[in-house]
């Protein structure tokens, strides 16, 4: 329930503009940004292309790429829930996309997707 709220404001916080790129970017919260690329279940953005980013934004900030990094895979791994992996099983996908590092933890994860797929194989097909 905390993490569905925590979502929620996060996106919302992306959708209003209150959080924007170019802000993160130019205050040097790269932490940050990655928590929010990770969140949103987006690529993680290469050093490569945060750089080119970070110099259009501000050319005199020198990019802190680990922290970006540290941030994404805390987002992500909000992203990548039991819910949402239960929801993976449960809309009958097999692949797990951005979330397929958790298949990778077996353990909880892989049997909730399975319980979300049992679901799946039991369900009323939709007209």
Excluded at 11 to 28: F, R, S
Excluded at 41 to 48: I, M, W, Y
Excluded at 74 to 95: A, T
Aim: glycine share 12%; hydrophobic share 30%.
């Amino acid at each position: 329930m905390i993490k569905k709220v925590l979502f929620t404001v996060v996106i919302g916080a992306l959708m209003t503009g209150c959080v924007t790129q170019k802000k993160l970017v130019t205050n040097g919260d790269f932490h940050q940004l990655g928590f929010y690329n990770g969140i949103a279940g987006s690529e993680k953005l290469s050093h490569d292309n945060l750089e080119v980013i970070t110099k259009k934004y501000d050319p005199t900030m020198t990019l802190d790429y680990g922290s970006y990094q540290q941030g994404y895979q805390q987002g992500l791994d909000q992203h990548c829930s039991l819910e949402h992996i239960f929801k993976l099983g449960e809309q009958g996908k097999v692949k797990w996309g951005i979330c397929e590092y958790r298949r990778q933890q077996e353990g909880l994860y892989l049997t909730k997707w399975q319980q979300g797929f049992e679901r799946y194989g039991t369900m009323e097909p939709r007209l």
